[in-house]
C-alpha cells in the first residue's frame, strides 16, 4: 500500500502486514515504510520466510483506485516486489487478491469492514467478560490506536482470506500489535534479503540449507532454541554491552560442561512449549 496523500511532494512507500504463525497460534500485524527498491520488504520476507504471500490481483483496479485525502491505498505488486519475492530460496506461493471483494482498496475500506474500536476479526488475546458490553477494552482501544492504516488493509485480507479456507480465525487467539522481526530494531544490523543470500546465511549454493551458515552452527537441543539461533543470525547486534552480556552467558555455561550436558538432556526430552501453546490456543477458541 501506499500514502495517498497528495501534498505535491513524493510519495511515502508503506509495506502494510499481516502474517499468520498457525502453529504458534499467532497473528503479528504492522507496518514498515520502505523505498522504491523494495529493501525493508526483502528483510521482511527474508526474516519471517512465509510459505503463502497474499498480494493484490494485478490489472484489476486496484491500482485506479481513488482514495480520501489522507488515506491509503491497496497497489499490486511492482517489478522491485515481484523480484524480491521471486529471490526467495524456499519459493513461497503467491496467492492473488480480488481489490475490493478480497481486499480493501483503501484504509477506509478496511475501517468499515473491520472494526477495530469495538471488536476485530481476531481476537487480541484478551476475553471480554461479556458480548453484551459495548465498551472497548483496553487491549482494543490499543489495536486501534497503534495499528497503521496499511496494517489493517492486510489485516482485513488476511482475516477474509482465512474465512474463505474454512479457518476460524477466532482461533488465533493471540496477536502481535505492530510487531516487528528484530532486524528492525535500533539495536540490531539490518541484514537485507540480498546480503542474507549472498553470505548464504540460511541457505547454501543449491538453495537448500546444506552449505549455509546455519548448518554448521546450529548444534541446538530444542526447536525453540534453532528458531532463536536463527533470529540471531539474521539480527546481529550492535550494543556492545548487550554483545558482552551474551558473551558472558555462554561463556559461563561452556565454563560448566557437567551442567551444560544436564540442561541439553533436559531440554532434548522437554516439548516445544511455544507450539505445545499455539496449539492449546486453537483447541481452546474451536472449543467454545
Not at 506461493?93 to 475490493?100: A, E, I, N, S, Y
Not at 478480497?102 to 469492514?113: F, K, N
Not at 538453495?207 to 548448518?215: K, N, P
Request: glycine share 6%.
Amino acid at each position: 500500500v501506499v500514502d495517498d496523500d497528495d501534498d505535491g511532494s513524493e510519495k511515502k512507500i508503506w509495506i502494510g502486514y499481516a502474517y499468520l504463525d498457525a502453529a504458534a497460534g499467532r497473528v503479528t500485524l504492522g507496518a514498515i515504510e520502505d523505498d522504491p527498491s523494495r529493501t525493508a520488504l526483502s528483510t521482511l520476507l527474508s526474516h519471517v520466510s512465509p510459505r503463502e504471500i497474499l498480494a493484490l490481483r494485478a490489472g484489476a483496479g486496484g491500482t485506479e483506485v481513488t482514495a480520501e485525502k489522507g488515506a491509503f491505498r491497496s497497489i499490486a505488486l511492482g517489478d522491485a516486489a515481484k523480484t524480491a519475492i521471486a529471490r526467495c530460496a524456499w519459493r513461497p506461493k503467491v496467492t492473488r487478491l480480488t481489490p475490493g471483494e478480497e481486499c480493501p482498496a483503501t484504509s477506509s475500506d478496511a475501517e468499515a469492514r473491520f472494526d477495530f474500536k469495538n471488536g476485530s476479526n481476531f481476537k487480541t488475546g484478551e476475553e471480554e467478560s461479556s458480548s453484551d458490553d459495548a465498551s472497548p477494552s483496553p487491549r482494543k482501544l490499543q489495536l486501534q490506536l497503534q495499528l497503521h492504516p496499511a496494517s489493517k488493509i492486510a489485516a482485513v485480507a488476511l482475516s477474509s482470506h482465512l474465512r474463505r479456507m474454512k479457518i476460524d480465525v477466532a482461533t488465533f487467539a493471540k496477536v502481535e500489535v505492530d510487531a516487528r522481526p528484530d532486524v528492525f530494531a535500533a539495536t540490531r544490523l539490518r541484514l537485507d534479503g540480498a546480503t542474507i543470500e549472498n553470505l548464504e546465511l540460511l541457505h547454501g549454493a543449491e538453495g537448500t540449507r546444506r552449505g549455509s551458515l546455519l548448518e554448521r552452527v546450529d548444534d541446538c537441543a530444542t526447536p525453540a532454541g534453532k528458531r532463536l539461533l536463527r533470529r540471531w543470525l539474521l539480527a546481529p547486534l550492535t550494543d556492545p554491552r548487550a554483545i558482552a552480556e551474551r558473551q558472558d552467558a555462554v561463556q559461563a555455561l561452556a565454563n560448566d560442561a557437567r551442567a551444560l550436558d544436564d540442561w541439553r538432556r533436559a531440554a532434548r526430552r522437554a516439548p516445544d512449549l511455544e507450539r505445545a501453546i499455539g496449539r492449546a490456543r486453537a483447541s481452546a477458541g474451536q472449543t467454545r
